[in-house]
T-cell receptor, first 110, second 117 residues
Framework: KQEVTQIPAALSVPEGENLVLNCSFT??????LQWFRQDPGKGLTSLLLIQSSQREQTSGRLNASLDKSSGRSTLYIAASQPGDSATYLC?????????FGAGTTVTVRA | ETGVTQTPRHLVMGMTNKKSLKCEQHLGHNAMYWYKQSAKKPLELMFVYNFKEQTENNSVPSRFSPECPNSSHLFLHLHTLQPEDSALYLCASSSTGGGSSGANVLTFGAGSRLTVL
């Protein structure tokens, strides 16, 4: 069974600082990896999808990398803003099933 | 309307009540999912339907009863729930319920927040 770990569980940074969120997984035989954002009490918003053949994806200030051999993915958020405050979830596809980490809750202080 | 829509957004029920959660997708997808998100725990897959057929039941108690009348609608019928069933229930859909294609990415609804008293 795929185990997904996200470290740290919570992170507080001043505005403008770069964010580095880590995700590790136990089974490298994955299909795709997806990063989501979740605001309090809300659903999931997809941020980036990395297919298993790719090593990274970028969208605006967000960059996600994937290293299957080491079982790791990292989400970088450049020049953080208070609006980036949310919980960030890493999820791995095993065919059609998604295995989620517990998330990293980010607070960006103005 | 586009995307995945869940109703109601909030539900409070007693342990003896019967209620239902509804999910509707307008994406032309053929697979639909129910996930449960409890406080401080990762999302857990509950059920998967592919072309209206249930293909996954992740050892969910029978007090949760899913129904998928067509590829666009998914229900979760609730009866005699326990307080520990209080959680955010998320519906998702994808093109198909299988395959390694990048097109088979899940799209999530906003969730239904359930409180069992």
């Amino acid at each position: 069974k795929q185990e997904v770990t996200q470290i740290p569980a919570a992170l507080s940074v001043p505005e403008g600082e770069n964010l580095v969120l880590n995700c590790s997984f136990t089974d490298s035989a994955i299909y795709n990896l997806q990063w989501f954002r979740q605001d309090p009490g809300k659903g999931l918003t997809s941020l980036l999808l990395i297919q298993s053949s790719q090593r990274e994806q970028t969208s605006g200030r967000l960059n996600a990398s994937l290293d299957k051999s080491s079982g790791r993915s990292t989400l970088y958020i450049a020049a953080s803003q208070p609006g980036d405050s949310a919980t960030y979830l890493c999820a791995l596809y095993d065919d059609y099933k998604l295995s989620f980490g517990a998330g990293t809750t980010v607070t960006v202080r103005a | 309307e586009t995307g995945v829509t869940q109703t109601p957004r909030h539900l409070v029920m007693g342990m003896t009540n019967k209620k239902s959660l509804k999910c509707e997708q307008h994406l032309g997808h053929n697979a639909m999912y129910w996930y449960k998100q409890s406080a401080k725990k990762p999302l857990e897959l509950m059920f998967v339907y592919n072309f209206k057929e249930q293909t996954e039941n992740n050892s969910v108690p029978s007090r949760f009863s899913p129904e998928c009348p067509n590829s666009s609608h998914l229900f979760l019928h609730l009866h005699t729930l326990q307080p520990e069933d209080s959680a955010l229930y998320l519906c998702a859909s994808s093109s198909t319920g299988g395959g390694s294609s990048g097109a088979n990415v899940l799209t999530f609804g906003a969730g239904s927040r359930l409180t069992v008293l």
